[in-house]
């Protein structure tokens, strides 16, 4: 069973940044991929950043640019690296990760930007 402990949620001014980091119980080498979501209050979830395991990366439109997306596979942990930070961001990140038994899901990070 895959654990993800997401961290590095805030509350930040527009125009800052914020790094996210998602700790993997298992390696993440199994992973068929990873990525961050994000859910505001009345939302559905929306993808924000996804790495497939050819290494493809897909970045939301409403955020690229202004995000990457890495990992440190050592520590078995992603990132979700967040510049130039807008009050619409405002949402719970939640980190994922899908392997051949299923998704797993973080309990999500609170990310607050005010105007």
């Known amino acids: 069973q895959v654990q993800l402990v997401e961290s590095g949620g805030g509350l930040v001014q527009a125009g800052g940044s914020l790094r996210l980091s998602c700790a993997a119980s298992?390696?993440?080498?199994?992973?068929?991929?990873m990525g961050w979501y994000r859910q505001a209050p009345g939302n559905e979830r929306e993808l924000v950043a996804l790495?497939?395991?050819?290494?493809?990366?897909i970045y939301a439109d409403s955020m690229k640019g202004r995000i990457t997306f890495s990992r440190d596979n050592a520590k078995n942990t992603m990132y979700l690296q967040m510049n130039n930070l807008k009050p619409e961001d405002t949402a719970v990140y939640y980190c994922?990760?899908?392997?051949?038994?299923?998704?797993?899901w973080g309990q999500g990070t609170q990310v607050t930007v005010s105007s």
């Open positions: 994922n990760a899908n392997t051949v038994n299923g998704a797993h």
């Open positions: 790495v497939l395991s050819s290494g493809n990366t």
């Open positions: 298992g390696s993440i080498f199994s992973f068929v991929a």
